[in-house]
C-alpha cells in the first residue's frame, strides 16, 4: 500500500527563517500535489508537480519533485507569520484517488 | 471562477442516523470523490465515483455510506446509520477526466455525531 511520510509532523519557527518540508512516498507516481490547510478550512492546491524534476515557486514557497528519489520538498524562505497553517503533500496514484501525507503543521512567530 | 459547493457546512446528529452529505461539483466535471478527515490527522481517500457509478472505494467505505448523483448537479454521501468515529469533516472534490486531473476540493461538511 502506498504511504506518504511528511517531516516534521509540526513545525515552529521565527519569522525571517528557512525551512524545508520533506514529503517521501513509497512507490512510483509522476505527480504530486501541495496544500495549505487553515484550521477549520478546505484544502487549498498551492502546487501542482507534474513531472521528475519540477520545480514551483510562489511568494515565499518553493516546491520540487524528484520522482526518482520519490521524494518532494517544500521550501519556506524568509517566513511570516501568515504562513502558519498545515501543509499537505498528497501523490497522485495508478488510480483515482490521492493519498496524503500526515501534515506539517507549521507555526510561525515573531 | 468555478468552485466545489457543499451544504451543509455543519452538521449534527445522534448515534444511529442517517445523515446526506450533498455536494455540488464544478459543471463540466466528469470524476467526483468523497474524501473525509478526522479533526487533527490526515485527509483520507473515501470514494471515486465516474459515469453513475463507484470506480474505486476504500476499507473505511463499507455498507454503511453510499454515493448517488441523483440529477445532473449533485453528488451525495449517504451514511446510512452513523457512529461516533464518523465525526470528521468531509470533503467533495471533482475532476475535469479522472485519473492524472488535478482534483478541485469544496469546502467541507463538518459532521458531529453526538
Known amino acids: 500500500e502506498l504511504k506518504v511520510e511528511q517531516n516534521p509532523l509540526f513545525l515552529s519557527m521565527q519569522e525571517g527563517k528557512n525551512y524545508t518540508i520533506y514529503c517521501n512516498y513509497s512507490t512510483t507516481s509522476d505527480r504530486l500535489y501541495w496544500y495549505r490547510q487553515d484550521p477549520g478550512k478546505s484544502l487549498e492546491s498551492l502546487f501542482v508537480l507534474l513531472s521528475n524534476g519540477a520545480v514551483k515557486q510562489e511568494g515565499r514557497l518553493m516546491a520540487s519533485l524528484d520522482t526518482k528519489a520519490r521524494l518532494s520538498t517544500l521550501h519556506i524562505t524568509a517566513a511570516v507569520h501568515d504562513l502558519s497553517a498545515t501543509y499537505f503533500c498528497a501523490v497522485d496514484t495508478h488510480t483515482d484517488k490521492l493519498i496524503f501525507g500526515t501534515g506539517t503543521r507549521l507555526q510561525v512567530f515573531p | 471562477e468555478p468552485e466545489v459547493t457543499q451544504t451543509p457546512s455543519h452538521q449534527v446528529t445522534q448515534m444511529g442516523q442517517e445523515v446526506i452529505l450533498r455536494c455540488v461539483p464544478i459543471s463540466n466535471h466528469l470524476y467526483f470523490y468523497w474524501y473525509r478527515q478526522i479533526l487533527g490527522q490526515k485527509v483520507e481517500f473515501l470514494v471515486s465515483f465516474y459515469n453513475n457509478e463507484i470506480s474505486e472505494k476504500s476499507e473505511i467505505f463499507d455498507d454503511q455510506f453510499s454515493v448517488e448523483r441523483p440529477d445532473g448537479s449533485n453528488f451525495t454521501l449517504k451514511i446510512r446509520s452513523t457512529k461516533l468515529e464518523d465525526s470528521a469533516m468531509y470533503f467533495c472534490?471533482?475532476?475535469?477526466?479522472?485519473?492524472?486531473?488535478?482534483?478541485?476540493f469544496g469546502p467541507g461538511t463538518r459532521l458531529t455525531v453526538l
Open positions: 472534490a471533482s475532476s475535469t477526466s479522472g485519473r492524472w486531473n488535478e482534483q478541485f
